[in-house]
């Protein structure tokens, strides 16, 4: 999908951000993607910090039980194969979810 923005066409794309918490760890790239997948895009990702990859997955290629992504404002569904789309504007977030008492 393109836009036009003062006489240009503008690829748009979706943009993949990591929350603070996975920061305190390791860089945590902010990318722009056209993976039409969630795997694609976080395997984009890793491709610019593969120690993300840990933080991220478990050793099955899953997300982490205290890692939760939101695409569009809304939970992602597939943990497992990460198969949920995106759109060419979509917006990722990667985020550990907190715990403790």
Known sequence: MTARGHGAIIARMARIAFTPQLRRFTATPELDSD???LREALDEAFGHNP????YV???????RP???????????HDRVGLSDA???DS????LQALSGG
Do not use: Y
Request: proline residues 6%.
């Open 51 to 54: 120690q993300l990859r840990a």
């Open 86 to 88: 995106l759109a060419p």
């Open 91 to 94: 917006r990722v977030h990667v």
């Open 35 to 37: 993976a039409p997948t």
């Open 57 to 63: 997955l478990d050793e099955q290629g899953h997300l």
């Open 66 to 76: 205290n890692v939760v992504v939101f695409i569009d404002g809304r939970r992602s």
